[in-house]
């Protein structure tokens, strides 16, 4: 590679944005800000660089992180997710504020991984984070802000996957499996990986049945009528409090109007550590990566010292938009409404119809030097302004 390349190409996993994408972007973001504020969450803004032991206790694979070395040899990372960053700033500078709190964000984050379409290593995300209760209707406001979320982006074709954590480790402690089998047969069904689940599970000493029964967990989906079936799988007063918990979830997203959108996936699972409870996954069709994903994380707080319940979710930007795009729809770029143009005495008048033009919320583009008619009639097209003001 020579010298020129090393300069003009962007990292790996990274991209420039161009006007074009630059103004969708940040057309999604201010949507989304206005959106969460509507709903009563307010903005925090956290540091884009982090203690490396704040992120990777929570990571299932630390080497997806970029780590950095800092100030008399610290490790510090690029946050890979905001959930983590945002459990620190409540544990220490927002501990002693009502509950609950509700926090939201925009910002990007940064995860070392194959790249593809959808998928950086840079990449911007938006979410909310519900902190301080613990209630079905925390969890029920979570995803019916996700999914007003979509909705307000313009997708309209999306499914709401919801799955419950708890059910899962019920079953799994049920069948009195050990801790290390339990997660990487956790990570197994994560990553959708049939066969290593089932090499696992075939190891396992237990019976023929209960084997099979264990098998079904990642294949356990439909809608509302599965949760009566899932009443009937192995069997614990924990098991059963996690269905309900789920039913209760369900039953309130009905009164959002929402309950169209919404099928049980008891094999999600996500990919951070930290979820307790109820956990979920938006799909759009033809897109083979999650839209966006949130759910219940009551234990997290705790290890920073400030035990509280919490919930929340994150939407993938760059997802939206190639979602849109998919679906043959894209967000216009804005308009330029005026050129201006000018003779070479007229440079002032010019500029003081540019300046009234502008403070009444016009887009304007002022010539940069003087030019003919003509040319500045040829200008305005160029530029892509819808009309021409010119002064002699």
Same mark, same amino acid.
């Given at each position: 590679m020579n010298s020129e390349q090393l300069i003009l190409e962007t990292p790996y996993g990274t991209r420039d944005l161009l006007p074009a994408d630059a103004a969708a972007m940040r057309h999604m973001e201010n949507m989304l800000s206005s959106l969460f504020l509507c709903w009563g969450y307010h903005e925090v803004v956290t540091p884009t660089i982090e203690h490396l032991e704040t992120l990777a206790p929570r990571m299932q694979d630390e080497n997806s992180l970029f780590m950095l070395l800092g100030n008399k040899n610290k490790l510090l990372a690029l946050r890979n997710e905001m959930t983590t960053p945002i459990v620190r700033l409540v544990s220490s500078r927002l501990?002693?504020?009502?509950?609950?709190?509700?926090?939201?964000?925009?910002?990007?984050?940064?995860?070392?991984?194959?790249?593809?379409?959808?998928?950086?290593?840079?990449?911007?995300?938006?979410?909310?984070?519900?902190?301080?209760?613990?209630?079905?209707?925390?969890? @029920?406001?979570?995803?019916?802000?996700? =999914?007003?979320? #979509? %909705? /307000? *982006?313009?997708?309209?074709?999306?499914? !709401?996957?919801?799955?419950?954590?708890?059910?899962?480790?019920?079953?799994?402690?049920?069948?009195?499996?050990?801790?290390?089998?339990?997660?990487?047969?956790?990570?197994?069904?994560?990553?959708?990986?049939?066969?290593?689940?089932?090499?696992?599970?075939?190891?396992?000493?237990?019976?023929?049945?209960?084997?099979?029964?264990?098998?079904?967990?990642?294949?356990?989906?439909?809608?509302?009528?599965?949760?009566?079936?899932?009443?009937?799988?192995?069997?614990?007063?924990?098991?059963?409090? @996690?269905?309900?918990?789920?039913?209760? =979830?369900?039953? #309130? %997203? /009905? *009164?959002?109007?929402?309950?169209?959108? !919404?099928?049980?996936?008891?094999?999600?699972?996500?990919?951070?550590?930290?979820?307790?409870?109820?956990?979920?996954?938006?799909?759009?069709?033809?897109?083979?990566?999650?839209?966006?994903?949130?759910?219940?994380?009551?234990?997290?707080?705790?290890?920073?010292?400030?035990?509280?319940?919490?919930?929340?979710?994150?939407?993938?930007?760059?997802?939206?938009?190639?979602?849109?795009?998919?679906?043959?729809?894209?967000?216009?770029?804005?308009?330029?409404?005026?050129?201006?143009?000018?003779?070479?005495?007229?440079?002032?008048?010019? =500029?003081?119809?540019?300046?009234?033009?502008?403070?009444?919320?016009?887009?304007?583009?002022?010539?940069?030097?003087?030019?003919?008619?003509?040319?500045?009639?040829?200008?305005?097209?160029?530029?892509?302004?819808?009309?021409?003001?010119?002064?002699?």
């Amino acid at each position: 590679m020579n010298s020129e390349q090393l300069i003009l190409e962007t990292p790996y996993g990274t991209r420039d944005l161009l006007p074009a994408d630059a103004a969708a972007m940040r057309h999604m973001e201010n949507m989304l800000s206005s959106l969460f504020l509507c709903w009563g969450y307010h903005e925090v803004v956290t540091p884009t660089i982090e203690h490396l032991e704040t992120l990777a206790p929570r990571m299932q694979d630390e080497n997806s992180l970029f780590m950095l070395l800092g100030n008399k040899n610290k490790l510090l990372a690029l946050r890979n997710e905001m959930t983590t960053p945002i459990v620190r700033l409540v544990s220490s500078r927002l501990k002693d504020d009502p509950r609950p709190l509700k926090l939201s964000y925009i910002g990007n984050v940064f995860r070392m991984e194959q790249t593809q379409m959808g998928r950086q290593c840079e990449f911007h995300q938006a979410g909310v984070e519900l902190m301080g209760s613990d209630s079905p209707a925390s969890d @029920a406001e979570i995803i019916a802000l996700a =999914i007003e979320a #979509i %909705l /307000k *982006s313009g997708i309209k074709d999306f499914q !709401i996957h919801m799955g419950q954590i708890a059910f899962l480790d019920a079953v799994l402690s049920y069948f009195e499996i050990e801790d290390v089998q339990r997660k990487t047969l956790k990570s197994a069904i994560e990553c959708h990986d049939i066969v290593l689940m089932d090499c696992i599970v075939d190891a396992l000493p237990l019976s023929e049945k209960d084997r099979m029964a264990i098998k079904q967990l990642p294949l356990l989906n439909g809608k509302e009528d599965l949760l009566q079936k899932l009443y009937d799988f192995p069997r614990s007063e924990q098991s059963h409090s @996690a269905i309900d918990n789920l039913e209760e =979830i369900y039953r #309130i %997203l /009905k *009164s959002y109007g929402f309950s169209d959108y !919404i099928c049980f996936d008891l094999g999600i699972i996500r990919d951070f550590n930290y979820y307790t409870g109820m956990v979920f996954e938006g799909y759009a069709p033809g897109l083979g990566f999650p839209l966006c994903g949130g759910g219940r994380y009551d234990r997290l707080l705790t290890e920073y010292g400030h035990p509280m319940p919490a919930t929340g979710f994150a939407l993938g930007i760059e997802r939206l938009l190639l979602t849109l795009e998919r679906q043959g729809r894209r967000i216009p770029s804005p308009s330029k409404n005026f050129y201006i143009g000018y003779g070479e005495s007229s440079i002032d008048s010019a =500029i003081h119809r540019a300046s009234e033009l502008r403070h009444v919320g016009n887009t304007v583009e002022l010539g940069l030097h003087s030019q003919s008619y003509e040319e500045a009639e040829s200008s305005r097209a160029e530029r892509g302004c819808e009309q021409l003001e010119y002064f002699e």
